[in-house]
Structures are given as structure tokens and as C-alpha cells.
């Protein structure tokens, strides 16, 4: 399958700073991409879907203000959460979707574990 | 909104039994895919159903689409605690009104399989 890597896989950092995220397709091209948000023991809760060249698609209750998305590249998107509080504190997941099979399937990052003291 | 209901939303059985999860739904999806996700990990995906009514097998997992391509069971043979983790549903992609496509996740099934 289609790999996809996240960096970092863990940050902490301190209230009112920001946290850039990277969400790479290693072997593949990926026009779309999208980012998740997962509470404990809850399932994932989009966020936003990123598509290279143009802008964010937010769902409905997320500030894009708050958590900026851009995906300048077919390999690359980042999620920076500005002025972090510790309520952003989540494990947040990366996935890009792969045309090249049939059935345009969207694989998953290693996720990102923030922390906002 | 579309949901995609999966239940039971835990299950800890003994190594060796069976169990099937359900994800259903009053929407028609294209495809549906099954992940597995282990605790500070991402989803992996296990298997893409396509085709109403299509049966894949993946060793002592079986995946089921349903006829109308509303609905999803997964069954798993003969656990072992390495099933254990959570197990979700995706259907994909479903167009919105601005012409992109994202997925609906499953509300999830935790799994332990107790040795």
C-alpha cells in the first residue's frame, strides 16, 4: 500500500504558541489530502480536506483561523495550529487518498500527538 | 448528515471465539473501506469493498458489502489478541456541495481479545 508519513509524531508545547504538523505521501501523488482529529477512545472527526494548488475545505465548526492548512505540493501538507490552548491538545491524523489504484483509497499517517501545557 | 452507525461499540472476547461488527447506514456508498488502529497509531486500511453484496477474505478476517451498498459486516474467526484494536468503517467518497469528495468514518469498534 501507499505510505504515508507525519512529522513530528509527538509536541509539546506551551499555551499561545503555534505547531506546524507535515503530512508527506511518500510513494505516491495525492491531490487531496485530509486531516483528522481523534479524542480518546473516539473515532476520527474531520477536520478539513487540503487540496494542492487551491484552498482548504473546513467542515463545519472548525476554525480555519485556528488551524491553517496548506498543501503546496502533490507530496506535501501542513497543519499549523495557531496560538495552541491546551483544549487543542489531540492526536491528529494525516491521510492522503491515492488515485493510481481502483478505488481511490486514502491511507494514513503514524498520527500526531499534541500536547498544549 | 450522513452517519455510519458500527456496532457493538466494544467487544472483549476470549482467544478463539468468533465475532462480527456491523457498520450501517441509511446512505449508498461507492466503496467501503475497513481499518484497524492501534492505540497512538494511525488507521491501516484492511480491505475495500466495491461491488453490492461482495465477500473478501483476508486469513480468519472476513468482509462483507452489503446488497445495497449500504451496509458492512466484518467477521473474524478464531480471535487472537493480536485482533485486538479498534476497528473502523469508511464509506468513500461521497461528493459535497462544493464538488469534494471526503469519507465517513464509522463510529468505531473497540476489540479485546484476552489470552
Known amino acids: ?117 | 448528515t450522513q452517519l455510519l452507525e458500527q456496532s457493538p461499540q466494544f467487544l472483549s472476547i476470549q482467544e478463539g471465539e468468533n465475532l462480527t461488527v456491523y457498520c450501517n447506514s441509511s446512505s449508498v456508498f461507492s466503496s467501503l473501506q475497513w481499518y484497524r488502529q492501534e492505540p497512538g497509531e494511525g488507521p491501516v486500511l484492511l480491505v475495500t469493498v466495491v461491488t453490492g453484496g461482495e465477500v473478501k477474505k483476508l486469513k480468519r478476517l472476513t468482509f462483507q458489502f452489503g446488497d445495497a451498498r449500504k451496509d458492512s459486516s466484518l467477521h473474524i474467526t478464531a480471535a487472537q489478541p493480536g485482533d485486538t484494536g479498534l476497528y473502523l468503517c469508511a464509506g468513500a467518497p461521497i461528493p459535497t456541495h462544493s464538488g469534494t469528495y471526503k469519507y465517513i468514518f464509522g463510529t468505531g469498534t473497540r476489540l479485546k481479545v484476552l489470552a
Not at chain 1, 4 to 25: A, L, M, N
Not at chain 1, 27 to 39: E, I, K, L, S, V
Not at chain 1, 41 to 61: D, I, R, V
Not at chain 1, 67 to 75: G, K, M, P, V
Open chain 1, 1 to 117: 500500500g501507499a505510505v504515508v508519513s507525519q512529522h513530528p509524531s509527538r509536541v509539546i508545547c506551551k499555551s499561545g504558541t503555534s505547531v506546524k504538523i507535515e503530512c508527506r505521501s511518500l510513494d505516491f501523488q495525492a491531490t487531496t489530502m485530509f486531516w483528522y482529529r481523534q479524542f480518546p477512545k473516539q473515532s476520527l472527526m474531520l477536520m478539513a480536506t487540503s487540496n494542492e494548488g487551491s484552498k482548504a475545505t473546513y467542515e463545519q465548526g472548525v476554525e480555519k483561523d485556528k488551524f491553517l492548512i496548506n498543501h503546496a505540493s502533490l507530496t506535501l501538507s501542513t497543519l499549523t495550529v495557531t496560538s495552541a490552548h491546551p483544549e487543542d491538545s489531540s492526536f491528529y491524523i494525516c491521510s492522503a487518498r491515492d488515485l493510481r489504484g481502483d478505488y481511490n483509497e486514502q491511507f494514513f499517517g503514524p498520527g500526531t500527538r499534541l500536547t498544549v501545557l
